[in-house]
């Protein structure tokens, strides 16, 4: 379940675009936004549409090692460490 915090604009309230994970960061960024409690509220969300995990398959690693190694023209162990070693750094990054 997420919120989305209402913000009074003239007579009507309108729904802001953004969305938010937890009740309490929903009511601190409305209080920001219109400091008098007339003038904002947050409510539960039940019309968006649920994420859905991705039905897309994870790469294979050793099928695009062996394709980079023929496009190249390189031993496909050597291109498989390489290729192990820049997504081992690039996930270190994170």
Same mark, same amino acid.
């Given at each position: 379940m997420h919120y989305h915090a209402w913000l009074r604009s003239g007579r009507?309230?309108?729904m802001a675009p953004r969305r938010f994970n937890d009740r309490t960061v929903a009511h601190k960024w409305a209080v920001k936004r219109r400091p008098? &409690? +007339?003038d904002?509220?947050?409510? !539960? @969300?039940? !019309? @968006?549409?649920? &994420? =859905?995990?991705?039905r =897309? =398959?994870?790469p294979r690693w050793s099928v695009v090692a062996r394709a980079v190694a023929a496009a190249v023209g390189a031993p496909a162990a050597q291109v =498989?460490? +390489?290729l192990g070693a820049a997504i081992a750094a690039e996930r270190g990054r994170g």
């Open positions: 009507v309230f309108t008098d &409690s +007339a904002r509220f947050v409510l !539960g @969300c039940s !019309g @968006c549409p649920e &994420s =859905r995990p991705s =897309r =398959r994870p =498989r460490e +390489a």
